[in-house]
Structures are given as structure tokens and as C-alpha cells.
């Protein structure tokens, strides 16, 4: 309400009061603004200067306070910036224990809780906390800060620290006001040194993230941390063993408790398929999530990150205070202006050093005139300070024009102050180097003074090379590969069906089993009119009668072909066809043989009768799903009518085109077809597909992204061989994982030899081995099991060549390289095998060197080409072909 009536009620003598009215139109208004206003500027949001919010600047004044040295309790700490900060101590401590945890200002001592399991710290009556050397260094300038009233007016604060370092980008910030909020990510404290410098120098910088959890990040979104931005944030996940996952480092803003509990409720919801998960974290995470038999790593891996908090996703906000306004920049502008604020308080440091030393000169110069001069001699003449002070200004006159400024009454004081055993024992020669000195300091503040961004420059690199050390980027930066849920969820549910009534579902238990799925899988059916359904799975769904194929779709799937023969009822005449399904809309209905054109005229001009209509419905009479796109041999049988003198005729699905959904397809026969049986199944007549590896990612891919490995088929496999010196060869899927320490990852030809020159711990040799691997199915390590041996050396090539480089000791001088033909040094054994010595000398590295050629292998190369050059000329005629009706008639 706008107006509020205040009426006074009558006396006991019974005399109306005057009727009192308060307006308070617009109070609550300016209440809210005020409440917003103070909780924007005085408790939530960080400001730009200094990069504290109120408590926390109050906090770490309270700490210089009581500076000595030693360990304070932090309930005194909080107990003394009680005189500062107007709310409880509960906020006071709280935020202390938020800093103390980002170990960089405060030293701790005591249980200060683990940001990893999310435990909270003690009371603050069992902890205690000092500033670091770092808060002392860059946090604090008692001459340059500027002061204010504390909320009592009983004493000062600073209105900002003058902090010499983008601490608000290092230690981030987050926090809740009235209709903003903001949300700013640490980065790395090396990494916004150099930004810094390189902000100084002119040159262009990039900055990203840096979580004290560590983790794996990707940026491509990143946004400069302003509005609109999104990063993801993945949890470093590894295989133990066949059963065993490690989880070694989480995702920012998650604790191993919540990400536990995110494992243990999809696992509940049937998302992903565990044994048990042990969390043995306590100075580094390691949780371990155990499998059960049969479960595959690589795909829980990729569960894990679909469904559980093991992937996240965060959406910076960069909202700071500056002039008492709120202002949204991104992270790269708080630096600049970090910087230029840096810049300007080591400039203003420099004028009060050099104003300071500029001062002592000047005393000095005057302390040495004044004793040599001997005008104390007749300070027995003046009776009173002012005809004194009048002497001694006329008799430091003729040395007026040496000093830097004008002598005052203050100056005079000083000199008549100075004790007289101090004069007796007054050294000209160390006056003079005294002087000396001061003016050294004067020249080279007047320097720094000159080259402030030089000056500035080799500030920012003392920081780095003092405080830096422990503090490398924790968090990998790379971008994620994006996981399809459908393909990595656990499908603990079972498909059924009703063909003739039309349903498909999980809950039709009673009619035929279709195939295992999951609650976010989608169905693909087809009828025998001809019609397609693409549905989510769901209890029971009505898709329509007479259903031939149903089955889990799989989106962008081109290596599912559907052959079908259908009778198209516009002409009776009987197609062939083959075709894949991609991706369409959800629940629309759509025809894969040709639609029935309405209203359609017979020979005479006239419209086709209602029963004519009706022979005219298309009907599919072969249909067949092939996930590796297999083509089979059916035997088609016609109907004896007229003088048709062949009825029945063998086809080859291999020999039509794979083309769209939408096309005609190809004339199977212009008379009416009795029956179509299967003769024999078909082999894929897909290409081998070719396959990419990611170095980014650490993924296969068949997008074209990264190197090619080769053209795959079904029985082909990947040879692996990692720094460790284990090999081991893999069918390719998607969804594997790759261990970044791999040296070579390509195309396992088993006929193609292995060479490998690796130091043998055990005997302290060098040796080399060519070899097979014999089974492709086992890991296998091939430079034995001594913790010392290492592996130097790794070929693939078929006659491999390698430079041996030899280090200098004191027992051998330097030796001659040594060139080495792998395959005229040893010939090939098993994997097993020890090798022949290849020297005793300590090898500095090993080069590798242009192979030699290999007759075999240029014919072979040329032959891979040739048929990719075909491939290619296929897969072009398959796209640019038209629907070319071919009669197959016979």
C-alpha cells in the first residue's frame, strides 16, 4: 500500500484528537535499494583495486596488526577484526578459513580442512595463522595506502590494500548480491605473471583457468570469463587394471564426496554398471571404482563423464567493483588493469623512496657544514631560539645553493639537538661516504624512476622466481571430445514387441524380445506399407501394424544398411533398394518406398475407381537390416501369368547402389512377384573405413580429425607402444582411451617387424631386439622388468637406421657417432628375447634416421593408393548418382 492512516482514538473526556498521517510512499523502495546497494558493494562482490571483498580486506588488515612474527589463534584474529568488520564472527572466520585454504597469503597451522574431501576446518580456537611472505611482499604499503573510518569510528582501515599483484584472477572470487552475482576462476599465479610482463611489453596474452583440484579443462568456450562463457571440467580418470578405474584428480567446485555419491546414484538409476567404489584420498585423490566382469573400462570411462559429476560444466561471471559501481570485464582487462595499478604504486613507492632519501642528503649535507664550520661554537651568544635560528640561516646563506630545498625551522631544530660527543666524534671522511652512498641510492631510484616498465618488469619476474617455485599449472588444458550418452549408457532394459497390434516397449514382457536398451535409447521401426518411425523408448508405444524391423537406432550409424524389395503401387512394378538412416525428426512418420500419387488418371484420361485406389497401396516384400552392411543373394519368384518364360531369377544386393531413404531404387521386375526367398547371406560391401587419431583428445575418430592411421577392416587392429616399452595391438572403437605416454599409435601390419635398442637395468648394457608380436590379444613389455631399464629406441619401419650419439665421461672422452642398420644388426627373434649388445659406452640419445627402402613396401604403398584412389571415385559416383532406373530383368 502507498498510504498508511495513523488515527488517534478519543479521550476519556471525549474530545476528538487531530488525525494523524505518515506518507511512506516510496520507503520501501529506497529501503531495498539501500540493502541491495550494501550488499553489492559491502559484502559480496570483490573490488577491482585490491581484488578483496570488505572482510577479507579487513581480515588480512587485522593480520598486519598483529604481525610479530609468530602464529596467531585465529579466534584473536577474528576476535580483532571484530573492531573493523560490522557482522558476527561466524562470516569472519569463515572467510579466513577460505583464504587460509588457497595457501598463497596466509601461513597456516592446524587443520584448515581438505578442499579435495570437502572436510571442514576446526574450531577457531585449535587453529593459528601468520601473513606469508608472499601477503607481506605485495599486499601491503603503509605509505601509499589510503585511510578511512571504521564503521564505529573508533579506528582506521584501509579503504583498499595496495596489493602489487593480480590477486583477484589467482585466488578468484565468487559471491551472491541482490541481482548480480559474480563468479571469477583462478588461474595460475606463473601464468599471470607472465601475462603481466607481457602486458608491460605490449605483446598480446591469454588466460585460462588454473584449479588448485587440478583436472582436466577445456576453454574453447571460455569466453575471456565474461558473461555468455562455458567451461567444461573433466575428472582425471585412468585404468588400473581390466576391473579397476582411478580417479587421481576432480573437477573444480566437486569434493571426492559428491563426486562419489554422483558414481553411486547412476548406478542406482542403472546409468553406468560398478562393483564398489573405495575412496583412499587423504594428501592426493584416489578414488577407485571396481567393475564387474565383463564391463568395459574404456566405455565406463565415458559413462562416467556422461552421467556422473565426473564431467561439469561452469559459466563464469566476471562482475567486480570499481568506484563504487558494479562492472562486468573479462579476466584479460583485470589483468591490464592490475598491472597499470601495479605500475602506479611501484612508481609512487619510488617518489616517497626518493623523497625520503632526498631528505637524509639533505641533513646530512647540512650535519656536515654545521659541524665543520664549528657554528655551534656560538650558540652561547643567543639567548633565544629565534635570534639563533636567525644566526644559523645567515650562516648556511653561502651554502644555499647546494641543497635541495629550502632550510626550515625543523632543520635547525635537528642540528641544535645534536649531542656534543657526537660532534667531538664527527668523521668528515665517513660523512662523505655517507653522502655518497645516499646519492648512489638517489641515482638509481631516479633510474627505476626513468625505466618504470623495465623497473616493473623485473618486479614481476623477482615474484616469479621467488614465489613460483610449487606453483605449475596443475590443470591440463585441452578440448574435450564430445560422448554420444546413448552410446556409453549401461542398457539394463529390455526391448519387446507386438508386430501384429503395432506396440513397442519394455513393458510388453509377453511378445517377442528385441534387443537390450536403455531409458534414453530410441526405437527405429519399419512397417510392411513401407512407413518408418523413429520413437524414445518408453513403456508402451503404439508405432503402427504389421511391424518388419525394429531395433535400437544409432544417430549419424552409416555402416547400418537396410535392403528392401517393395512392390511400388503407383506402377505394380517391383524395386530393389538400399539405403541408411542418419538422423531425422523424432515421432514423424515418414515412407521409404515411393508415395502413392492421389487422384491418379488411367490410360483414358479418367480417375482410377475406389477398389483401383485400393490395389494401389504400396507393400515391402523382402526387407533386411545389416549393421556392417552386409549384402546377401535373394531368389526372386514371379507369378506364372501370360507368357513370362522365366520366373525365377537370383539377385545380388552387392550390386545396387547405397543411396538415400527417399529414392526409388532400382526395377526388380514389371510383372507381379510371387515370393522372395533367401539364398545365401552377404559380406559387408562397405569400404574399410579409415580412422584418425586425435593427439589432442587422445580419441579415434573417423571425422578427419588428427593423423590417419590407414583403412580398417573388420579383423584389422592398432599397434600401441608406450614410453614404458609395453605393446599391445587393439580392434578399433571409438571408445577407447589412450594413455599420452604413447610413442606410436598406427596400423598393426603382422608381418611387419618390431626394432627396439633399450638399456637393460639389470646388467647395465645397451641391447637391441627386432621382433614380432605373437599375441595380439596380450600387453606385453619388451624391455624386462628392472625398475632401472629404459627404452631408447622404437621402429615400425620395415629396414630402420639409427644414429647412436655417445656421452662424454671422465673414463672415455667423447666417441664417434654411431651409425646402425637394425636390420643387418640382428635378425628377428621373440619378443621375449634378450637381444644382441649394442655397446657398453653411456649413450647420450639415439636419432633415427631415414629407413631404407623396402621393395615390398613400395609395391604395397602403391597398391593402398591406387585402391583409395578407386574409393574415393566410388564414393563420389555414390553421392552424385541420380535414380537411375536399371532394369534387372532376366
Known sequence: MDEQEEITPHTEENHPQEVSITKITGMYENWFL????????????????????????RIMHSLKELEDGRYNKVANVVGHTMKYHP???????????????????????GNWGNILTGDAAAAPRYIEARLSKFALDVVYSPK?????????????????????????????????????????????????????????????????????????????????????????????????????????????????????????????KGKIKIKKVDDNT??????????????????????????????????????????????????????????????????????????????KWHFASLEKIFIREEMYIDFKLYSDRETLYQYLYNRFESFKASFVREINDDDLQRLTQIPMIRITRFDSYKADENIAKIEEKIAEI???????????????????????????????????????????????????????????????????FVADCSDIDDVIVFTSEGKMIITKVSEKTYVGKDILHVGVFKKNDKRTVYNMVYKNGNDNFAYIKRFTVTGIIRDKEYEVVEPIQEQKEDDKGKLFSASKREKQKSSVLYFSANPNGEAEIIT??????????????????????????????????????????????????????????????????????????GAFKGEDRILLISKEGNIKTVVPDMSLHFDPNLLIIEKWIPEKPISVIYYEGEKDRTFVKRFLVENPNREE????????????????????????????????????????????????????????????????????????????????????????????EENNETETSQDIQTSLDF
Open 282 to 359: 587423504s594428501e592426493n585423490v584416489e578414488i577407485l571404482v571396481h567393475l564387474p566382469p565383463g564391463i568395459s573400462p574404456d566405455k565406463t570411462i565415458d559413462a562416467l563423464y556422461a552421467f556422473t559429476d565426473c564431467e561439469t560444466s561452469i559459466s563464469p561471471l566476471c562482475c567486480v567493483i570499481e568506484n563504487n559501481r558494479p562492472l562486468f570485464i573479462g579476466v584479460s582487462e583485470i589483468l591490464r588493469r592490475s598491472t597499470e595499478r601495479t605500475l602506479a604504486l611501484l612508481k609512487k613507492e619510488l617518489e616517497i623512496q626518493l623523497a625520503e632519501e632526498q631528505e
Open 87 to 109: 557482522h558476527g564472527d561466524a562470516s569472519i572466520g569463515d572467510a579466513m578459513v577460505q583464504i587460509g585454504q588457497k595457501e598463497l597469503l596466509i601461513d597456516t597451522q
Open 636 to 709: 526372386v519368384n514371379l507369378r506364372q501369368m501370360g507368357n513370362i518364360k522365366k520366373l525365377k531369377w537370383d539377385i545380388n544386393f552387392a550390386d545396387i547402389l547405397i543411396k538415400g531413404r527417399s529414392s526409388r531404387g532400382n526395377i526388380v521386375s514389371k510383372y507381379p512377384v510371387k515370393r522372395i526367398d533367401l539364398k545365401e547371406k552377404g559380406v559387408s560391401t562397405l569400404k574399410p573405413r579409415k580412422i584418425w587419431f586425435d593427439p589432442i583428445v587422445h580419441r579415434l575418430n573417423t571425422d578427419q580429425r588428427g593423423n590417419l592411421l
Open 446 to 512: 631516479k633510474a627505476h624512476l626513468a625505466a618504470l616498465i623495465p623497473y616493473a618488469i623485473d618486479y614481476f619476474k623477482r615474484l616469479k622466481d621467488t614465489y613460483g617455485k610449487g606453483r605449475e599449472r596443475k590443470t591440463e588444458i585441452r578440448p574435450f571430445d564430445d560422448i554420444e550418452a546413448t552410446k556409453v549408457v549401461m542398457r539394463n532394459l529390455k526391448l519387446y514387441v507386438n508386430r501384429q497390434e503395432g506396440f513397442v516397449g519394455t513393458s510388453l514382457r509377453k511378445d517377442e
Open 781 to 872: 613389455n619388451v624391455i624386462g622388468e628392472n625398475a632401472k631399464s629404459q627404452l631408447l629406441f622404437v621402429s615400425t619401419e620395415w629396414r630402420p637406421m639409427a644414429e647412436v650419439v655417445f656421452a662424454k665421461t671422465n673414463k672415455a672422452p667423447l666417441a664417434t657417432n654411431l651409425s646402425v642398420n637394425l636390420e643387418e644388426f640382428i635378425s628377428i627373434k621373440g619378443i621375449k628375447a634378450l637381444g644382441n649388445q649394442l655397446t657398453t659406452d653411456k649413450i647420450k640419445e639415439i636419432i633415427s634416421l631415414e629407413p631404407l627402402v623396402y621393395q615390398e613396401q613400395e609395391e604395397e604403398f602403391s597398391e593402398e593408393i591406387v585402391e583409395g584412389i578407386i574409393q574415393e
Open 144 to 268: 601509499v595506502t589510503q585511510w578511512q573510518k571504521s564503521y564505529d569510528g573508533r579506528n582506521d582501515e584501509p579503504i583498499h590494500l595496495p596489493v602489487k599483484f593480480p590477486l583477484l584472477l589467482v585466488q578468484g572470487a565468487e559471491g551472491i548480491a541482490v541481482g548480480l552475482s559474480t563468479k571469477i576462476l583462478p588461474h595460475n599465479f606463473n601464468e599471470l605473471i607472465d601475462a603481466s610482463i607481457k602486458h608491460l611489453k605490449g605483446q598480446n596474452f591469454e588466460l585460462y583457468p588454473d584449479f588448485p583440484t587440478a583436472g582436466i579443462i577445456d576453454v574453447s568456450n571460455y569466453n575471456d570469463g565474461e558473461r555468455g562463457g562455458r567451461i567444461r571440467v573433466r575428472a582425471k580418470i585412468s585404468q588400473e587394471d581390466k576391473q579397476t578405474l582411478k580417479i587421481s584428480e576432480i573437477p573444480f567446485s566437486t569434493t571426492t564426496s559428491s563426486l562419489i555419491d554422483s558414481i553411486l546414484k547412476a548406478n542406482e
Open 34 to 57: 539501500d540493502y541491495a546497494s550494501y550488499v553489492i558493494l559491502e559484502r559480496a562482490v570483490p573490488a577491482l583495486e585490491d581484488g578483496f571483498k570488505p572482510v577479507q580486506r
